[in-house]
Protein backbone atom coordinates (compact mmCIF):
# COMPACT_ATOMS: atom_id res chain seq x y z
CA UNK A 1 0.00 0.00 0.00
CA UNK A 2 1.22 3.33 -0.80
CA UNK A 3 1.58 6.01 1.85
CA UNK A 4 -0.85 8.96 1.73
CA UNK A 5 -0.04 12.15 0.37
CA UNK A 6 -0.89 13.57 4.06
CA UNK A 7 1.14 11.11 5.42
CA UNK A 8 4.53 12.45 3.42
CA UNK A 9 3.53 16.33 4.44
CA UNK A 10 5.29 16.25 8.03
CA UNK A 11 8.32 14.46 6.38
CA UNK A 12 8.67 16.71 3.41
CA UNK A 13 8.39 19.42 6.17
CA UNK A 14 11.31 18.31 8.27
CA UNK A 15 13.05 17.86 5.10
CA UNK A 16 12.70 21.21 4.10
CA UNK A 17 13.60 22.93 7.22
CA UNK A 18 17.03 21.35 7.62
CA UNK A 19 17.64 22.25 4.33
CA UNK A 20 17.07 25.79 5.19
CA UNK A 21 19.35 25.83 8.22
CA UNK A 22 22.67 28.08 7.97
CA UNK A 23 26.09 25.71 8.24
CA UNK A 24 27.20 25.97 11.82
CA UNK A 25 30.07 28.30 11.63
CA UNK A 26 33.81 27.01 12.45
CA UNK A 27 34.44 29.31 15.70
CA UNK A 28 38.64 29.04 14.24
CA UNK A 29 37.35 31.77 11.08
CA UNK A 30 34.21 33.34 12.66
CA UNK A 31 34.70 36.91 12.00
CA UNK A 32 32.52 38.59 13.78
CA UNK A 33 33.14 37.11 17.08
CA UNK A 34 37.28 37.39 16.20
CA UNK A 35 36.30 41.16 15.74
CA UNK A 36 34.84 41.69 18.88
CA UNK A 37 37.95 39.92 20.82
CA UNK A 38 40.12 42.15 19.11
CA UNK A 39 38.10 45.12 20.40
CA UNK A 40 38.69 44.21 23.98
CA UNK A 41 42.22 43.64 22.95
CA UNK A 42 42.96 46.67 21.40
CA UNK A 43 41.10 48.65 24.15
CA UNK A 44 43.36 47.01 27.13
CA UNK A 45 46.24 48.20 24.95
CA UNK A 46 45.14 51.24 24.84
CA UNK A 47 44.36 51.82 28.18
CA UNK A 48 48.10 50.23 29.18
CA UNK A 49 46.51 46.98 30.49
CA UNK A 50 49.04 44.93 29.14
CA UNK A 51 48.21 41.95 30.77
CA UNK A 52 44.69 41.92 30.21
CA UNK A 53 45.49 42.35 26.12
CA UNK A 54 47.73 39.50 26.48
CA UNK A 55 44.51 37.44 27.97
CA UNK A 56 42.19 38.43 25.12
CA UNK A 57 45.09 37.93 22.88
CA UNK A 58 45.59 34.15 23.78
CA UNK A 59 41.50 33.90 23.28
CA UNK A 60 41.67 35.29 19.84
CA UNK A 61 44.33 33.30 18.86
CA UNK A 62 43.43 29.74 20.52
CA UNK A 63 39.36 30.12 19.52
CA UNK A 64 39.27 32.27 16.10
CA UNK A 65 42.98 31.80 15.02
CA UNK A 66 42.21 31.59 10.94
CA UNK A 67 40.30 35.35 11.03
CA UNK A 68 41.65 38.51 10.17
CA UNK A 69 40.99 39.47 13.58
CA UNK A 70 43.41 37.07 14.52
CA UNK A 71 45.98 38.25 12.20
CA UNK A 72 45.98 42.24 13.33
CA UNK A 73 46.44 41.16 16.90
CA UNK A 74 49.29 38.97 15.95
CA UNK A 75 50.94 42.38 14.58
CA UNK A 76 51.48 43.87 18.38
CA UNK A 77 51.21 40.78 20.45
CA UNK A 78 54.52 40.61 21.09
CA UNK A 79 55.26 43.84 22.20
CA UNK A 80 51.88 43.31 24.20
CA UNK A 81 53.81 40.21 26.45
CA UNK A 82 56.49 42.15 26.58
CA UNK A 83 54.86 44.40 28.87
CA UNK A 84 53.24 42.17 30.72
CA UNK A 85 56.23 40.45 31.23
CA UNK A 86 57.60 43.67 32.22
CA UNK A 87 54.90 44.68 34.51
CA UNK A 88 54.81 40.81 36.53
CA UNK A 89 58.47 41.25 37.05
CA UNK A 90 58.01 44.97 38.11
CA UNK A 91 55.35 43.50 40.34
CA UNK A 92 57.54 40.67 41.74
CA UNK A 93 60.12 42.98 42.68
CA UNK A 94 57.91 45.50 44.78
CA UNK A 95 56.89 42.03 46.73
CA UNK A 96 60.22 41.40 47.90
CA UNK A 97 60.66 44.70 49.97
CA UNK A 98 58.71 44.60 53.13
CA UNK A 99 58.14 47.95 55.07
CA UNK A 100 56.97 48.16 58.74
CA UNK A 101 56.17 51.41 61.09
CA UNK A 102 55.85 50.62 64.81
CA UNK A 103 55.70 53.28 67.71
CA UNK A 104 58.74 53.71 69.43
CA UNK A 105 59.80 55.53 72.71
CA UNK A 106 60.46 59.25 71.10
CA UNK A 107 58.62 58.41 67.92
CA UNK A 108 58.13 56.02 65.07
CA UNK A 109 60.54 53.90 63.59
CA UNK A 110 60.23 53.53 60.10
CA UNK A 111 61.91 50.06 57.97
CA UNK A 112 62.19 48.95 55.36
CA UNK A 113 63.63 44.68 54.55
CA UNK A 114 64.62 42.14 51.66
CA UNK A 115 65.30 38.78 51.55
CA UNK A 116 68.65 37.64 50.00
CA UNK A 117 68.24 36.13 46.49
CA UNK A 118 68.09 32.16 47.07
CA UNK A 119 70.30 30.86 44.27
CA UNK A 120 68.89 28.78 41.01
CA UNK A 121 70.53 25.62 42.09
CA UNK A 122 69.74 25.82 45.14
CA UNK A 123 65.81 25.98 44.22
CA UNK A 124 65.88 23.44 41.72
CA UNK A 125 67.92 20.56 43.83
CA UNK A 126 64.14 19.22 45.25
CA UNK A 127 63.24 19.11 48.75
CA UNK A 128 62.39 21.87 50.92
CA UNK A 129 62.65 25.35 49.97
CA UNK A 130 65.80 27.21 51.01
CA UNK A 131 66.30 29.93 53.06
CA UNK A 132 67.62 33.00 52.07
CA UNK A 133 71.43 33.59 53.79
CA UNK A 134 71.18 37.61 55.06
CA UNK A 135 68.14 40.13 55.22
CA UNK A 136 69.10 43.81 54.58
CA UNK A 137 67.59 46.04 56.79
CA UNK A 138 67.13 49.79 56.20
CA UNK A 139 65.91 51.48 60.01
CA UNK A 140 64.86 55.25 60.76
CA UNK A 141 65.35 55.44 64.31
CA UNK A 142 64.14 58.60 66.21
CA UNK A 143 67.25 58.09 69.15
CA UNK A 144 68.94 55.95 66.83
CA UNK A 145 68.84 57.47 63.20
CA UNK A 146 69.37 55.80 59.99
CA UNK A 147 71.06 52.68 59.93
CA UNK A 148 71.82 49.81 57.11
CA UNK A 149 72.48 46.41 58.54
CA UNK A 150 72.39 42.96 57.40
CA UNK A 151 70.92 40.16 59.80
CA UNK A 152 72.97 37.15 58.83
CA UNK A 153 72.19 33.44 59.04
CA UNK A 154 75.22 32.81 60.01
CA UNK A 155 76.06 31.02 63.24
CA UNK A 156 79.32 33.47 63.95
CA UNK A 157 80.82 36.35 61.76
CA UNK A 158 84.59 37.31 61.44
CA UNK A 159 84.38 40.77 60.23
CA UNK A 160 87.41 42.74 61.36
CA UNK A 161 89.01 44.67 62.77
CA UNK A 162 88.81 46.92 60.50
CA UNK A 163 85.69 45.08 58.92
CA UNK A 164 85.59 46.17 55.04
CA UNK A 165 82.48 45.01 52.82
CA UNK A 166 82.84 44.93 48.98
CA UNK A 167 79.34 46.35 47.72
CA UNK A 168 78.73 45.86 43.78
CA UNK A 169 75.70 48.36 42.60
CA UNK A 170 73.92 46.28 39.00
CA UNK A 171 77.65 46.10 37.20
CA UNK A 172 79.82 49.01 38.42
CA UNK A 173 83.18 48.43 40.16
CA UNK A 174 82.96 47.12 43.55
CA UNK A 175 83.01 49.77 46.32
CA UNK A 176 84.49 48.88 49.84
CA UNK A 177 82.24 50.07 52.60
CA UNK A 178 82.88 49.65 56.43
CA UNK A 179 81.22 47.44 58.28
CA UNK A 180 80.32 47.33 62.13
CA UNK A 181 79.62 43.65 63.12
CA UNK A 182 76.33 43.34 65.91
CA UNK A 183 74.69 40.89 67.79
CA UNK A 184 70.94 40.81 67.38
CA UNK A 185 70.57 38.17 70.05
CA UNK A 186 69.38 35.39 67.50
CA UNK A 187 72.60 35.76 65.20
CA UNK A 188 75.22 38.11 64.24
CA UNK A 189 74.37 41.43 61.69
CA UNK A 190 76.72 43.80 60.48
CA UNK A 191 76.16 47.72 59.98
CA UNK A 192 77.55 48.91 57.18
CA UNK A 193 79.09 52.43 57.89
CA UNK A 194 77.93 54.79 55.12
CA UNK A 195 74.32 54.35 55.74
CA UNK A 196 73.74 58.02 52.72
CA UNK A 197 76.35 56.40 50.36
CA UNK A 198 75.05 53.01 50.68
CA UNK A 199 71.42 53.79 50.32
CA UNK A 200 72.45 56.74 47.55
CA UNK A 201 73.88 54.05 45.11
CA UNK A 202 70.78 51.33 46.28
CA UNK A 203 68.34 53.63 45.17
CA UNK A 204 69.54 54.12 41.49
CA UNK A 205 70.25 50.37 41.29
CA UNK A 206 68.32 47.47 40.34
CA UNK A 207 70.75 44.57 42.04
CA UNK A 208 73.12 44.76 45.04
CA UNK A 209 75.63 42.17 45.87
CA UNK A 210 77.65 42.37 49.02
CA UNK A 211 80.67 40.03 49.68
CA UNK A 212 81.85 39.71 53.12
CA UNK A 213 85.61 39.14 54.15
CA UNK A 214 86.73 35.32 53.92
CA UNK A 215 85.39 33.60 56.76
CA UNK A 216 86.89 30.55 57.04
CA UNK A 217 87.45 28.46 53.70
CA UNK A 218 84.24 30.82 52.72
CA UNK A 219 83.65 34.15 51.01
CA UNK A 220 80.41 34.89 52.07
CA UNK A 221 77.92 36.38 49.44
CA UNK A 222 74.86 37.81 49.09
CA UNK A 223 72.50 39.32 46.21
CA UNK A 224 69.95 41.53 46.69
CA UNK A 225 66.99 42.25 43.96
CA UNK A 226 66.83 45.94 44.66
CA UNK A 227 64.69 47.63 41.75
CA UNK A 228 61.48 47.47 43.50
CA UNK A 229 62.44 49.52 46.17
CA UNK A 230 60.29 52.64 47.27
CA UNK A 231 61.93 55.29 49.13
CA UNK A 232 57.99 57.40 49.93
CA UNK A 233 56.98 53.93 52.14
CA UNK A 234 60.33 53.30 53.91
CA UNK A 235 59.84 57.64 54.39
CA UNK A 236 56.71 56.70 56.07
CA UNK A 237 54.98 58.48 53.37
Sequence with gaps: MKPSPMRLMPLLLVLLLAACQPEPVDPATDEEAGAKLLALYEAARADGDHEIAEMHGNQLDQAHRKTQA??????????VVQQADAMRERRRLLGLWDYQSVAVDGGTQHSAAIY???PRHAMEEGGSAPRPEARLVLRRHPEWGESAYLVLQMSTLRCGPPCRLEIRFDDAPARVFAGEPADTGTGPALFIKDEPGFLKAMTEA??????LPRNGVLVPKFEFEVGGYRPELYRGG
Design 206 to 211: ERVRIE
Design 116 to 118: SKV
Design 70 to 79: AATMRETFDE
